[in-house]
């Protein structure tokens, strides 16, 4: 993938005339979703995902999940 923006798009990418839905898939997102994963020797586990989302504000001290993790982690071990 390029940066180049002098760079043409392709002719299959051409979204002129075409519009977007902002915030299409919002509130699926907010509900979740599981997946199911079966194992070859017979077990299974479910994974249950949903989305979080974060103020601007907070954002810039959480970049990532792993972060935002570690730290309610670390706050619900000083809760208890």
Sequence with gaps: MSNNK???MKKEYDFRGKEGVRGKYYKKM????KTI???SYGSTFVRETRAIF????VQEYF???ETVNKALRELIEIKS
């Design 54 to 57: 974060l103020e601007p504000d």
């Design 63 to 65: 970049p990532d999940s």
């Design 37 to 39: 994963i079966h194992k």
């Design 30 to 33: 907010k509900e979740g979703h």
């Design 6 to 8: 002098n760079e043409e």
